[in-house]
């Protein structure tokens, strides 16, 4: 009797511990807009946008077309201040910020004295 008292509390001890310990899976980060797409998905997520904000995200655009990553990168920055944005338009602007990022990494990189010295500031500012 002992014997099968013990089996039993040894399975339930087991079978309660089977479920304790499980991984919590923090969300993914999404990852950064291709180059190529991030014109057509900002102009399209921000058709209806009001008129301020429209042209926050047209100037992001031309300035990433221009390959002005800094303004490209602060226009981007500053929409994210808004509190109007729907969460597909904050996270698309947040992907857009990273695939700029990229870009000043990588211009960086080339040598472009400007994107060294404004990657500097940014450092020196946080």
């Known amino acids: 009797m002992i014997k099968k008292i013990l089996i039993i509390c040894t399975g339930l001890a087991l079978g309660l511990g089977a479920g304790c310990g499980d991984k919590v899976t923090e969300p993914e980060t999404p990852p ?3 180059a190529a797409d991030l014109p057509t998905q900002i102009q399209a997520a921000f058709s209806s946008a009001d008129t301020q ?4 995200a047209d100037q ?11 303004l490209s990168l602060g226009t981007f ?3 994210l201040t ?6 597909e338009q904050y996270t ?3 992907r857009c910020i990273m ?4 870009k000043l990494q990588a211009a960086q990189a080339n040598g472009d004295q400007r994107a060294q010295k404004f990657l500097q500031q940014q450092e020196i500012s946080k």
């Open 32 to 34: 950064p807009v291709a």
């Open 53 to 56: 904000l429209k042209g926050m």
């Open 60 to 70: 992001a655009v031309k300035a990433f077309q221009a390959g002005n990553w800094p």
């Open 77 to 79: 920055n500053k929409m």
């Open 82 to 87: 808004r509190t109007d944005l729907t969460e």
């Open 92 to 94: 698309l602007a947040s």
């Open 99 to 102: 695939t700029v990022n990229a």
